[in-house]
């Protein structure tokens, strides 16, 4: 509708804005297609996993500029020996390697990593057509690909993870961040890699508390998706937390398969969405990570948010007494804490709010309906999460408890 707007001594017409606007829609596609492989000894003169990445038809051997993990290398010090015969048998050029702090610390100070890899790229003319290969746990994948997606506008970048976590989610995804004034994952980008090489022979040197944080991921992706899975979980909890080989390499690959299938087939892989499915038991478990000052483990966060969570659900009848003991169990089962003193310290109420804020103004929370079934819940009951968090802090769980004595003789 038009109007007339009058100033002191004329009247002016607007402009139809609809008559002189033309719009070009533009529609890009791109299709993302990397391989995630499961071996073993990657570095061996006669596997073939990352040699068979470049085409024998490349113009040039491909140039690959490693960069590592400290805590990796320093229990696998022939590492860049082994690189190097590795190189030389299969056609590389190889440059000499950077050494990443390892663990949080490089996600949470940045700022020299970043530095001295963006001045190692210039240096040696590592361009769009070379690669990074980074090798390490989830912090470090998470920093070197930020750094991979940024310079030049992104390199290709080949991951080997080297932690049960980054096996099996962190390390095989399109996301990669480091963190920014005391906020987690706030500077990063949507970059899928190169290519994923999972060693299995690199998890027996973590920690226990690491070789067991990368299992609550596991369970929450098998809640989210897979009764048959999630049952394996509970069956095999003690095997998983002794890090059995044969339990854990299942787990690592069921779970790594899940996340795939996700990311590839969910529709929304850069996650333009509020709903964030994969991210069910996250909202307090990034809290938790912050209050804690990265003391714990991101997969013990994670543990503790799926139970906080699953209480929730069961009290707001979406998950029997039964399916509530049978996640607590294994995750106990499994070797994890369900409470810890930043959950104490935890105001649902601000949380919530926070998280709130943090999706843009509407709130989107996954919750189970179910053992592999979830739905997105935009009202949450602090003061009943409140509750919930209060059962896992006091550790007697008196509703649960009458289950386990009838269902474990426990
Ligand atoms: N990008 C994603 O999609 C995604 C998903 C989940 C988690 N993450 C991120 O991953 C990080 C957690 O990763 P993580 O659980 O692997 O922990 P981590 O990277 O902090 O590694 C834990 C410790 O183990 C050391 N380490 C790594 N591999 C080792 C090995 N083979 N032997 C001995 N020591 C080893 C590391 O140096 C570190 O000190 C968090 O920052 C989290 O936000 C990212
Ligand atoms: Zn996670």
Redesign the pocket.
């Known amino acids: 509708m038009s109007q007339i707007h009058s100033t002191k001594n004329k009247q002016v017409a607007p402009l139809s804005f609809a008559a002189v606007t033309e719009t070009v829609h533009t529609r890009i596609q791109v299709s993302f297609n990397y391989p995630v492989s499961f071996t073993r000894d990657a570095l061996n003169l006669r596997n073939m996993t990352l040699a068979n990445l470049f085409p024998r038809t490349l113009p040039s051997s491909p140039q690959i500029m490693p960069v590592i993990?400290?805590?990796?290398l320093h229990?696998h010090a022939d590492l860049p020996h082994k690189l190097q015969a590795y190189a030389e048998r299969h056609g590389f050029n190889l440059l000499s390697h950077e050494v990443v702090r390892?663990?949080?610390i490089c996600?949470q100070e940045p700022e020299a990593m970043l530095e001295a890899l963006y001045r190692r790229i210039a240096d040696e003319q590592v361009d769009r057509h070379s690669y990074l290969l980074v090798i390490?746990?989830?912090?470090?994948?998470?920093a070197v690909g930020y750094a991979a997606a940024t310079a030049h506008r992104g390199i290709r970048l080949i991951r080997m993870p080297?932690?049960t976590?980054?096996q099996n989610?962190?390390g095989i995804?399109v996301?990669?961040?480091i963190n920014h004034q005391q906020r987690?994952?706030y500077l990063g980008t949507f970059a899928p890699p190169f290519a994923v090489i999972n060693d299995f022979d690199?998890?027996d040197?973590?920690?226990e508390r690491?070789k067991r944080?990368?299992i609550a991921?596991a369970v929450k992706v098998a809640l989210l998706k897979d009764s048959d899975f999630f049952n394996y979980l509970l069956a095999h909890r003690k095997s998983l937390t002794d890090f059995h080989h044969e339990a854990a390499l299942t787990m690592i690959k069921r779970c790594a398969s899940l996340h795939l299938a996700h990311i590839a087939g969910s529709g929304d892989p850069f996650e333009m969405g509020s709903a964030r499915p994969l991210d069910f038991g996250h909202w307090s478990a990034h809290k938790l990570e912050a209050l804690s000052g990265h003391r714990l483990?991101?997969?013990e966060a994670v543990a503790i948010g799926i139970a906080l969570d699953s209480l929730y659900a069961w009290q707001t009848g979406r998950l029997s007494k039964q399916q509530c003991a049978d996640i607590l169990i294994c995750l106990e089962g499994a070797g994890f804490q369900l409470c810890c003193d930043e959950l104490e310290a935890m105001n649902m109420q601000d949380a919530l709010n926070e998280f709130r804020e943090h999706l843009g103004g509407n709130l989107c929370i996954t919750l189970l309906s179910g053992i592999g079934a979830a739905s997105e819940v935009s009202d949450i009951d602090a003061q009943l999460m409140q509750r919930c968090a209060q059962w896992l802090i006091q550790g007697h769980l008196p509703h649960i408890k009458l289950k386990l004595d009838a269902t474990y003789g426990q």
């Not at 993990?69 to 990796?72: K, L, Y």
């Not at 390490?136 to 998470?142: N, S, T, W």
Request: charged letters at 30%; zero cysteines.
């Open positions: 993990d400290s805590e990796v229990h390892g663990g949080e996600k390490g746990g989830g912090a470090v994948l998470d080297t932690t976590l980054a989610d962190a995804g996301k990669n961040a987690k994952n690199f998890l040197t973590q920690s690491d944080a990368g991921e483990r991101h997969g």
